[in-house]
């Protein structure tokens, strides 16, 4: 246990939950009924329907329009 708190341990831990973060924040959830517009630095990118889908990590917005 001991050596889970060395200086390694420490960055490795910080790494992995870097990691999860990133991965957490590229999937997103389109509810039924609605479509999502994904924008890539503000222009239009494509659009999704319904269901779980991903993005790029950094500089996309989902934006939701119910028809």
């Known amino acids: 246990m001991a050596e889970l708190l060395t200086g390694a341990g420490i ?3 910080m790494l992995i939950i870097i990691i999860l973060i ?3 924040s590229t999937l997103f959830i389109v ?3 609605t479509i999502a517009i994904i924008e890539r630095f503000g222009r239009f990118r494509r659009t999704t ?3 779980l ?3 790029a990590p950094f ?3 989902p934006g ?3 028809f």
Do not use: K
Request: without cysteine; glycine residues 14%.
């Open 11 to 13: 960055v490795l831990a």
């Open 22 to 24: 990133i991965i957490f």
């Open 31 to 33: 509810q039924q009924q």
């Open 49 to 51: 329907g319904a269901g």
């Open 53 to 55: 889908h991903t993005r």
């Open 59 to 61: 500089g996309s917005a």
């Open 64 to 66: 939701e329009r119910t």
